[in-house]
């Protein structure tokens, strides 16, 4: 079994539920849960009203932060199902339903223990052939960031940042998501560096065919000093994996 995290905060206006039905109903053996991170719209009812065999909605009283509505989500999955594998997808459809399907496919033929294989990660990678609708400037911006943060890590991955993981469940990743992260924009390095350390070559990334961007930044000017404070902090969390002393 696999099981999906949604984290949902204020998505009522742009929650595609033909999308989702799509989603939930093609993927066999799977349990998606749709974490409502404390929204003051529709959100709860609307994720309340898709809950089915294998849809749960989760509701938080107050908003956490998407990072950790997902660690919610994941201790959630592991202690009330037994998946194989857990991932989480971003809300917003900017995933195709083929290249959802085509990667769990790879993970249920690749995550068959005993297993090498920690991570499957979406990557939104323009190959020719590829259709990665992205803003210029987020994404130059985005790879200054993530290049300057992974310095001296040994074969990271391309795409930290994507919002499509799927990770196989063993005790380095339960123990991955028992305690709090101490960054919201950088989470997914942090759960990278927490199941991996410094063996990258766990970690797979399989270009999207399809990707397109929805919606704004959500970087104001509040949010970019939280930016570059946490730029900092995870900076020196890679260099404290690199030397083998990683603590998170």
Request: charged residues 20%; proline residues 4%; positive net charge.
């Amino acid at each position: 079994m696999i099981a999906f995290v949604v984290p949902c905060f204020n998505e009522a206006a742009r929650f595609n539920l033909g999308y989702w039905t799509e989603i939930v109903e093609s993927i066999p053996n799977s349990i998606f849960i749709f974490v409502n991170d404390g929204s003051t719209d529709e959100t709860g009812r609307i994720l309340n009203s898709i809950e089915k065999s294998n849809v749960v909605s989760l509701n938080l009283p107050k908003n956490l932060g998407k990072e950790e509505a997902i660690r919610f989500g994941l201790n959630y999955a592991l202690s009330s199902f037994n998946p194989d594998y857990l991932g989480f997808l971003d809300s917003d459809g900017a995933f195709s339903p083929t290249d959802i399907r085509n990667i769990v496919s790879i993970a249920n033929s690749k995550f068959i223990q005993p297993s090498k294989l920690t991570c499957l990660i979406a990557s939104r990678v323009a190959l020719s052939g590829r259709n990665i609708e992205r803003s210029k400037l987020r994404h130059y911006l985005g790879r200054i960031i993530v290049s300057y943060v992974c310095l001296g890590w040994n074969n990271p991955p391309y795409d930290t940042q994507s919002g499509f993981k799927i990770f196989l469940r063993n005790s380095d990743f339960t123990e991955a998501v028992t305690t709090k992260f101490v960054t919201r924009w950088f989470f997914d390095i942090e759960i990278l560096l927490r199941i991996s350390r410094t063996h990258m070559e766990r970690v797979w990334e399989i270009p999207l065919e399809n990707w397109q961007e929805i919606g704004k930044s959500k970087i104001n000017s509040r949010e970019f000093v939280r930016v570059i404070r946490e730029i900092i902090v995870i900076r020196k969390l890679v260099k404290s994996s690199n030397s083998g002393s990683v603590s998170l």
